[in-house]
């Protein structure tokens, strides 16, 4: 099953509406997340000759790059520039790298050339600070912007309560306004210390898709999509210029069903 809403929140007029896809489960969710992360890769392709995407980490952002390697359409590797919403700061080969994590999954297995793939510094070198590496990441960013414009599509995942990248509620990540990329310090979720993208750089993002599953995001999901504060629910502030679209399992969409009927 697949359902489609279009949900309309008070972040402003120069964003369009919420669109929410909600699927069976969290296998059929993935395959419709990869079928859009192709999409949007290659429409961009198509137009402008490149791409970039934001990935990140955890279950679903994993999942949905393991089936974009099975299925990956007519992606041109070679024009793809990739990036990434957050990092942990940990040593280059630990396990809680989203940059390993998304190479095992699909990078390591697909064309792409090395010059264009931009991973967020670890603990163990160049950067000897989070800040330090926040900083370095910032100014990659910016080259993206300056050089090819907005990012094609932002990919996130949300936790329970609401935090998407290592943006959480009522943190000075969140509530950044300038800086595009920026350390973080004490995050309730380990490890503790971590480098993230923050809002000012997703919404320079012509598509943004959340990918989320679970009955226990599922108040998080119902809060966002309908209008709740970035401070209180981060991922109501994720909002693409072009498209800002969720692509959610039953059980994360069970409040929103609710308030349905």
Request: charged share 25%.
């Amino acid at each position: 099953m697949s359902d489609h809403i279009d949900v309309h929140d008070d972040l402003g007029a120069e964003f369009p509406a919420n669109t929410i896809e909600i699927h069976d489960d969290a296998e059929f969710l993935a395959d419709a997340a990869a079928e859009r992360f192709v999409d949007v890769i290659v429409s961009a392709q198509a137009e402008r000759g490149h791409a970039s995407v934001s990935l990140t980490g955890g279950s679903d952002g994993i999942r949905l790059l393991q089936r974009v390697r099975q299925t990956p359409g007519d992606i041109d590797w070679s024009t793809l520039y990739v990036y990434w919403g957050d990092e942990r700061f940990v040593p280059a080969g630990d396990k809680d790298r989203n940059e390993l994590q998304a190479r095992e999954a699909l990078l390591d297995f697909v064309p792409l050339n090395p010059a264009h793939v931009f991973p967020i510094g670890p603990s163990d070198g160049p950067y000897s600070t989070p800040e330090e590496a926040a900083a370095a990441y910032a100014q990659v960013v910016h080259t993206e912007l300056d050089e090819r414009g907005e990012f094609d599509l932002t990919v996130l995942g949300m936790g329970p309560e609401g935090h998407i990248d290592s943006l959480f509620p009522h943190s000075p990540a969140v509530q950044e306004t300038t800086d595009y990329v920026v350390a973080v310090h004490n995050c309730p979720k380990p490890p503790p210390t971590r480098v993230t993208m923050t809002l000012p750089a997703i919404h320079r993002s012509r598509h943004v898709m959340l990918v989320v599953s679970g009955e226990g995001k599922a108040a998080a999901v119902a809060a966002a999509v309908n209008g709740a504060s970035p401070d209180d629910i981060p991922s109501a502030g994720a909002v693409g210029i072009e498209s800002t679209t969720w692509v959610i399992d039953e059980p994360a969409a069970s409040d929103l069903l609710l308030d349905d009927e």
